[in-house]
Each structure stands twice: as structure tokens, then as C-alpha cells.
């Protein structure tokens, strides 16, 4: 790796920790919001379902990547999940939080396919499976302290608002990733190139025929 390379997979490792703590947080708090919220087992999970449809949503953001850059899409989605996750530390609601966290979830799936692309386009082939791999497992590692930090955090007298508070702690990480992170050499290719597709043009791609064939 050159340089800038190692500082675009540092940078982006750093995300991808707190990617992977927001991402599993919600799972985490979900016994606490039973309790502050009254809601009981089907309520909850019907709550985990709406959140997931952020997954979904995420199909078009993804693709918005394609004819913006991957460089605005990522830079907002990290903005927009911070921030959601801080303003979720408020909810006064279930509804509140699925709204909120609903809205997350789409710019957490627009983050880690953004970050995964954009390394890729940047890394030479010899490196690039490896350093997916790497990132991949700094996700895992963030996913693994929502349940690590909880018990202390309570025995310090707070609960899982908290949680969300540190998960907006990635708005520290934007300046860097501002004067840093480029545009992908890559898409400024293709772009020069050819105009990127529409959204729909894709979609319709998705649902061809030919792709629905049973082999």
C-alpha cells in the first residue's frame, strides 16, 4: 500500500468499529426498551422487523454512489448515522426509536457497501481480498462491545441511551475522513467515460427475467 492507501483503510476501519456497534446495538437494548416503553415480546419484534427494512431502502442509496461519487455517499452516511444514533439517545417513544433507528439502518448498509467499494477501487488485486477481510473483522470487533461496555455503563449509574451516545462518536472521525478521503480513481473513470445509469434502469436490470429463472 502506498500512503494514501493505508490512511483511506485506517480511516475506514475506524468507521466500520462503530458501523458494526450501531448495527448491533439495537439487539442489545431491546430488553431495556420492553421495560421503559412497556412493550411486550411481539411489539419488540415487530420493532427489530421495521428497523431491518432499512436494509432494503438501502438497495437505492447504494446506488446513489454511481452518479454522485462514492466520496459524498460515504462522508453523508457516516453524518447521518451519527447523528441518528445521538438523536436516538433521546427517544421518548418505541415509535420514535423505530423512526430513528429505521433511518440509521439506511445509512449504516449505505456506509459499509460505500466503504467496501471504495477500498476496493483504490487497493491493487494482490491486497484488496485481504484488506476486505481485515475491515471486515474490525466490524465484528464493533459489534462485540455494545455488550461489553453495557454492564459497566450501568454500574456507573447509566443506561442504554449511552450506548447511542458512543455511537455517534464516529462525527469525530469526519474532519479526518474530509481532508483525506478522495474520490475513487475508478468511478472518476467510468465517469469521464460514459454516464452512470439511472436507479430505475437498475432496478428494472434486477428484475429481468432471465434473473428470475430457476436452475
Not at 500500500?1 to 431491546?30: H, K, P
Not at 494482490?126 to 470487533?141: D, E, S, V, W
Not at 464493533?142 to 449511552?162: F, H, K, S, T
Not at 480513481?185 to 432496478?203: E, R
Request: charged letters at 15%; glycine letters at 8%.
Amino acid at each position: 500500500m502506498n500512503s494514501y492507501q493505508r490512511t483511506l483503510f485506517v480511516l475506514l476501519c475506524g468507521v466500520i468499529v462503530i458501523e458494526g456497534f450501531d448495527a448491533n446495538v439495537t439487539n442489545i437494548v431491546m430488553p431495556y426498551l420492553g421495560s421503559e416503553f412497556a412493550a411486550g415480546p411481539a411489539r419488540l419484534g415487530s420493532a427489530l422487523g421495521l428497523i431491518s427494512l432499512g436494509a432494503v431502502i438501502g438497495f437505492f442509496t447504494i446506488r446513489l454512489a454511481d452518479r454522485l461519487g462514492r466520496r459524498p455517499i460515504l462522508l453523508g452516511a457516516v453524518l447521518g448515522f451519527s447523528l441518528l444514533s445521538l438523536c436516538t439517545s433521546f427517544a421518548r417513544s418505541l415509535d420514535q426509536f423505530i423512526v430513528l433507528q429505521l433511518c440509521a439502518r439506511v445509512c449504516l448498509v449505505t456506509l459499509l457497501s460505500t466503504a467496501y467499494i471504495l477500498l476496493s477501487e483504490e487497493l491493487p488485486p494482490h491486497i484488496r481480498g485481504r484488506a476486505n477481510g481485515l475491515m471486515g473483522a474490525f466490524a465484528t470487533i464493533g459489534a462485540a462491545l455494545p455488550a461489553m461496555v453495557l454492564r459497566p455503563l450501568e454500574n456507573l449509574g447509566y443506561g442504554w441511551r449511552q450506548l447511542f451516545v458512543i455511537g455517534a462518536l464516529s462525527l469525530l472521525l469526519l474532519p479526518a475522513l474530509l481532508k483525506h478521503v478522495r474520490e475513487s480513481g475508478v468511478y472518476l473513470a467510468d465517469l469521464s467515460a460514459k454516464t452512470p445509469p439511472s436507479i430505475a434502469s437498475q432496478f428494472r436490470t434486477l428484475w429481468a427475467p432471465h434473473l428470475r429463472v430457476r436452475r
